[in-house]
Nanobody, 122 residues
Framework: QVQLVESGGGLVQAGGSLRLSCAAS????????MGWFRQAPGKEREFVAT????????YYVDSVKGRFTISRDNAKNMVYLQMNSLKPEDTAVYYC???????????????WGPGTQVTVSS
C-alpha cells in the first residue's frame, strides 16, 4: 500500500506558476512510475504527465507540453509538477498516482492521492 498526499495548489492569475508536490508514504514508491492527472468540473479525469521510476523518461499530454515539468526525488519519496504559463483551462483538481503496471494505462494507477485544487483566473 502506498499513500499519496498532494500539496501546492491554489489560486493564481493566468500566466503565473505553481509547483505541486506529492509525498509518498513508502520507500517502495521508488519502483513505481508516477503520474499527475487532473479533473475539471463536469469533465472526466485526464492524464497530464508521467515519469518513470528512474526519472529518466517523462511524457506529457499535448496541452501542457512546454509549460509543465514533472520530476521526482526518490530519496525524499516526492514527485513534483512545475506548472508555468498557467491558463484558465488548467483549472482543475490535480491528483498524483502510482502505477503498478504500464504507466500509459490509467487502469494501472492503483494508488491515488486526495487531490489539490488549482484555480487559474483570467
Amino acid at each position: 500500500q502506498v499513500q499519496l498526499v498532494e500539496s501546492g495548489g491554489g489560486l493564481v492569475q493566468a500566466g503565473g506558476s505553481l509547483r505541486l508536490s506529492c509525498a509518498a508514504s513508502r520507500r517502495t514508491f521508488n519502483y513505481y512510475a508516477m503520474g499527475w492527472f487532473r479533473q475539471a468540473p463536469g469533465k472526466e479525469r485526464e492524464f497530464v504527465a508521467t515519469i518513470s521510476w528512474t526519472g529518466g523518461s517523462t511524457y506529457y499530454v499535448d496541452s501542457v507540453k512546454g509549460r509543465f515539468t514533472i520530476s521526482r526525488d526518490n530519496a525524499k519519496n516526492m514527485v513534483y509538477l512545475q506548472m508555468n504559463s498557467l491558463k484558465p483551462e488548467d483549472t482543475a483538481v490535480y491528483y498524483c498516482a502510482a502505477a503498478t503496471g504500464n504507466p500509459g494505462d490509467i487502469n494501472t494507477y492503483n494508488f491515488w492521492g486526495p487531490g489539490t485544487q488549482v484555480t487559474v483566473s483570467s
